[in-house]
């Protein structure tokens, strides 16, 4: 009589997407600092901008899409008892768990705490057209988050949690983690004899594993993606664990503070006209404006790097489905350099001609004139005479053109 081995110490999970790998995350971080830094630099974080807001909206999205099934996938065949040679039962609940899960919380709570800080101190970011598309793409990021964070804690993943899954393994045999396989093929939809055909049949010549929660499908995945790794077992005071209950904390405590400074702040905002100078609320007002200030210029960004440095140390440790040599990692650094690239010269190419165009004249004039004036002395005193035209006032800069028929920068 066949038998066979069993043992409760593995999960099922979908590795990271590649557009959530480390690279891309990365990536989008750095675009979102960088147009905080250069926000009044439109022709050069506007493109910035266009990526954070596509790359975290989808995100959100991805978010929204998740948090109806928690992330987690089931296989068609519905729980059962599996018994063993021995007479002892074991329940088998086949579970499979998204990590995009992790990747979408990280992403979606960066943007919302990011756009804190140029609520509260950006004049520009107050007073700029985009406003609607930004306050629309903050309300996303917040649900977004939410239902990332209902996800992250609805999810059990302590060591006898649902995710901690069984497998069925000829005797002495143990499978190299992570593996990925076929599932096993379902008799009459019931793991008890599911798995005794499996052992009993005469076909199979070398050992081997079964893993029920290889047959969970999700409609956002393929079955194929589904790996099998090692259980993580959080334990409490483990690093895994801080990082989890620090996250959780600022999740759950500051964000909502966030939201009420924000509508306070626009509020006092609206109605700071028809406050009198000498009134006590208008001194209120000016108190809280200082204290939104700093919490927005110091705290929020201390707050932000302490999130990131929590957040990637959690999901870290998932399996990422393609790794940094792969294209689907690199191409959208290498886009975004292109993109840089692009704008600088679309921005100086015109500047560049002009100057270039000044030097030759600059030249032709030392060469008829017999002047002794090397290379690098043009270069220079080109270079000083643009620097004089583009800090001389609007309006003797056109009328000196208009009296030397010359052009403006």
Known sequence: MADFEVSRDVECVFPMSGQYGRAPRVLYYALILFVIGFRRQDWLAAGAAAVCLTYGGSAAIHALLLAPSLALARPSVPDGIVTRTNGSDITVKALAIDLDADATLAIVSAGFVAIIPMALWSAQFRRSGAVPILVLWTILMFAGMICSVVVLYRSNGSGTGPLLQYRFCTPGYIDTLPFSGNPTISTNNNWNETIWTYFTNSTIKSPSCVYPCLSSTDFLRQAGDLRVIEAFDIKFASPLYLGMSILAIMIWLLIPIFSVMIFVLRLYSSTSSSIPLHSPFYSLKDKWNRACSFYGKGFILVFFVIFLISTEFFIGMDLQSEEMQLVGQWAPLVGVGLVLVAALVGKYWPRGGRFLLRFRERREVVRRGGIKEGVGES?????????????????????????QGDDMD
């Open 379 to 403: 270069l220079s005193r080109v270079w000083k005479e643009r620097n004089e035209r583009s800090t001389s006032p609007a309006w003797s800069r056109m009328g000196i053109a208009f009296l």
